[in-house]
C-alpha cells in the first residue's frame, strides 16, 4: 500500500491469504505504476494541446494500449528483483 488516502487495510478483511505490506513514504522506486506513468508521460503525453475532454480520454487509451502492446516493455519498466512476474 503506498499511502493513498483510499487504500485502507479493510480492503483485504474477505481474503484469508492477504497481507498489507506499506511501502515508505517517498518510494516511487518500489511502486512500479510510478514507472509506467512516467513512461507514459515522456513517451505518449507530453507536448499535446488536446481539443476536448474526449480527446484526452481517447489520448489516455491510445497511451495505455501503446504501453501494454510491448510485453516485454512492461516486464522491463515493472520488473522488481522481489517480484515474480512469470513467464
Not at 6 to 35: G, R
Request: aromatic share 12%.
Amino acid at each position: 500500500m503506498d499511502g493513498a488516502g483510499w487504500h485502507t487495510e479493510n480492503i483485504v478483511d474477505e481474503f484469508d491469504n492477504v497481507s498489507i505490506i506499506k511501502l515508505p513514504a517517498y518510494s516511487p522506486e518500489l511502486n512500479p505504476i510510478e514507472q509506467v506513468w512516467q513512461w507514459l508521460r515522456q513517451n505518449e503525453l507530453a507536448n499535446k494541446c488536446f481539443k476536448d475532454y474526449d480527446d484526452i480520454v481517447e489520448s489516455c487509451s491510445d497511451a495505455l494500449n501503446s504501453f501494454r502492446s510491448d510485453i516485454n516493455r512492461v516486464k522491463n519498466i515493472c520488473f522488481r528483483d522481489w517480484l515474480n512476474l512469470g513467464s
